[in-house]
Every structure is written in structure tokens, then in C-alpha cells.
């Protein structure tokens, strides 16, 4: 049997060749951050933004806009109790407290109900993560957001691709990140990018990345950080960035693929798609039911046992020992702590082959006693 792998990329001789030309022609004058520039201009354009910053990972572009809006010692930022902890670690550096807001049951990220009430004086901004690709009622959080006048973030690490009533994800709030890990739907190996409209934040944030001056010159004004990307990261990211139809086409192939070969076990859910959303499926994630007496943990013991490689559901950040194991988690987000308990990620690897879902669909099956 041929090893089937959780994640990794699809890159291809043409793909290296961007980062061949970069290695010979990228170093000099106007060469040197080429093909940065280049990928953040159609990246922005793809997503109707005004304006892009190419950032070593999605957790440091995340850092820069919550410094862009001055998130300081006091603030409070409302965000999901289920995500991986790169979505909330740039309010701990920003010395802001982190407030877990429980999830919706369905499309597993935040709601406008569980927003409002994590919602006090010193709540500053809110960040909305697309969790596995899926979207969440972006309208009803807009107005909870603009009712409150707090910032509405939208990590969207995990949803390239994916769209809202018609509007692409990176297209919300007053900014939007994205990730190109090695384990992402497009990748640099490490790699991130803000999306901004509004030009003096933008600003802001591009003197931030870059120890506190502006381009060309060696007059510091401020100690910032040294968040640049390179230029052969960028060459990577935009060959990927020219494929991109046919890589959210993958994803979305393999998440339909798991739920046709899944269809007749009753009582499991994977990403939901309802009719005015389309999913770029970054991970196909499962929640087991109640009647199938599986847990994630029972499930993440057995899998392997039967050669498949497997990964949890995200643990509720406030259950882990990085957040004092916070007593308050289980009692003011009891959803994110079941689903989180029941679910798993299924392989999401761009090399997945029919025969591989035939395979591991099969492995689902006999986990669950079902023909």
C-alpha cells in the first residue's frame, strides 16, 4: 500500500523554475523584491483589496495589524476557542487579553451570539476564523461589530478560496490573513499576507514590518519588528498564486470525494456547504456523532493502527496549559469543547489519489463497525 500522507503541497517543475529565476536574477536594484511585489499586487487584486504585505507566517501578519490598530496592554480581543493558537499568540505579544468565544455547532466558527456576549468595555476588536475553510454569518457579525464599534479581523489562514454570498474570503473586515505553510493550499514553506483597504493603516503596517523605517532609507524613528518576506519565498507563493483555480479545485475534490465515499454513515458530519457558500476545503474535517460512541481520542489511537495517518479536531485553546488551562473554557464555550471532542481532520495532502479516499474511506468504515 502507498503512503498516504495528512498534508503537504503540489509543486511543480514550473513552479520551481519562478524560484530558479529568482535565485539567478532576484538579488539586484529593482530585481530584489520583484517577485514580493509582484504576488502581493495580484494577490490584492484577486481579492478586491486595496492593498497587500507579504509577511514571513499568517501569526506575524496577524501581529502587525493588531500593532497597526494599536492593541495595547488593557484591550481585550474576542476570538474562536477552537483554532490553532497562531490566530490569538499576537495578542499575548501585544500584552492584550485573549477572550474565548464559543462556536457554532454546524460551520464550527464563531456566531454573532457568542461574540455579543463576550463583548465588555475593553473589548477592542474581534478576530473570525474560518475554520477548515468553512464561513460563518459574516453579515450578522458585521453589525455586531459596527453596533459596538470594534474591529471585525478575518483570519482566513485556512479559507483561501472560499466565498461568502459571492464575496471572496480576505475580503472582510478592516483586514485579512492569510497562511502558506507548507501544509496550506498554496505554500512559500513559511509565508503569510495581510489584505488592507484603508491606505493609512496599510501604511502603517508596512513601516512596522520593516524595524521602523521607510523604504530606502536607514533613519529609524521607531524599534519595530523585522517582519519582511524574501524574494524567493514570493516566487514560490506567485507561481503557486497562478495555479490557483486548479489547487482549490484539489482541495474541494477531496472533501467532496470523502463525502460521497461517507454518504451512508449515518450520523457524521464534515465541512458544511450551504447554497451561499463555497468551500475551499483547506482540511476536510469529521465530527463523529453521539450514536457511533467515538471520540477524537479513541479515534486518534486507532487510525494509526490501521496505517492511515490522522490529526485532532483543534483542542479548545482555553482546555491547554499555553492558556493556564482556563477554568472558564468549558462553561462558557460547551460547543467548542464537544465538537472539538468528537472530531478529527481526515488528509487533505495535494497528492491524494481516488485509490487513497477509497482507502482511507474504508478505514472510516471499519473504525465505525460499518459495512
Known amino acids: 500500500m502507498t503512503e498516504i500522507f495528512m498534508a503537504g503541497p503540489s509543486v511543480t517543475e514550473e513552479d520551481a523554475n519562478f524560484v530558479l529565476d529568482a535565485v539567478r ?16 499586487e495580484e494577490f490584492a ?13 499568517c501569526t506575524t501578519a496577524l501581529h502587525l495589524l493588531l500593532e497597526g490598530l494599536e492593541i495595547r496592554d488593557g484591550d481585550e480581543v474576542i476570538a474562536p476557542d477552537c483554532t490553532w493558537i497562531g490566530s490569538v499568540a499576537g495578542i499575548t505579544y501585544q500584552r492584550a487579553t485573549t477572550v474565548f468565544a464559543d462556536i457554532d455547532s454546524e460551520h464550527w466558527c464563531l456566531t454573532p451570539e457568542s461574540i455579543e456576549k463576550a463583548i465588555t468595555p475593553k473589548t477592542k476588536a474581534v478576530i473570525v476564523v474560518n475554520l477548515y475553510g468553512n464561513m460563518p ?35 472582510f473586515g478592516i483586514g485579512s490573513t492569510f497562511s502558506f505553510h507548507r501544509t496550506k493550499t498554496i505554500t512559500t514553506g513559511e509565508g503569510g499576507m ?9 501604511n502603517r503596517c508596512k513601516f512596522l514590518r520593516d524595524h521602523g523605517r521607510q523604504p530606502g532609507s536607514y533613519f529609524n524613528t521607531e524599534v519595530t519588528f523585522k517582519y519582511m518576506p524574501f524574494n524567493l519565498q514570493a516566487a514560490l507563493g506567485y507561481a503557486q498564486f497562478k ?63 490501521l496505517g492511515f495517518p490522522v490529526r485532532p479536531f483543534f483542542y479548545p485553546l482555553s482546555s491547554l496549559p499555553a492558556f493556564n488551562q482556563d477554568v472558564k473554557g468549558r462553561k462558557n464555550c460547551p460547543v467548542a469543547y464537544d465538537v472539538s471532542s468528537r472530531g478529527i481532520n481526515l ?23 460499518v459495512n
Not at 30 to 40: D, G
Request: proline share 4%; charged share 30%.
Open 137 to 171: 454569518d459574516y453579515d450578522a457579525i458585521k453589525k455586531v461589530c459596527d453596533k459596538h464599534n470594534i474591529y471585525m479581523i478575518e483570519d482566513a489562514a485556512e479559507s483561501l478560496g472560499s466565498v461568502y454570498k459571492g464575496t471572496r474570503s480576505g475580503k
Open 243 to 305: 495555479r490557483i483555480d486548479e489547487l482549490v479545485g484539489k482541495k474541494r475534490w477531496i472533501l467532496n470525494g470523502f463525502k460521497e465515499r461517507l454518504a451512508d454513515i449515518p450520523d457524521i458530519f464534515l465541512n458544511p456547504e450551504p447554497s451561499h457558500i463555497v468551500n475551499g476545503a483547506w482540511a476536510t474535517a469529521l465530527v463523529f456523532g453521539r450514536a457511533h460512541g467515538m471520540t477524537r481520542d479513541k479515534a486518534l489511537n486507532k487510525i494509526p493502527k
Open 194 to 202: 495581510l489584505l488592507i483597504d484603508d491606505e493609512e493603516l496599510f
Open 347 to 369: 488528509p487533505c495532502a495535494l497528492n491524494l489519489t481516488e485509490k487513497d479516499l477509497d482507502l482511507y474511506s474504508n478505514g472510516i468504515c471499519k473504525l465505525l463497525g
Open 45 to 57: 487584486k484577486y481579492h478586491n483589496r486595496n492593498f497587500a504585505l507579504m509577511t514571513p507566517n
Open 25 to 40: 536574477n532576484g538579488w539586484y536594484g529593482k530585481q530584489a523584491y520583484h517577485y514580493v511585489e509582484t504576488f502581493e
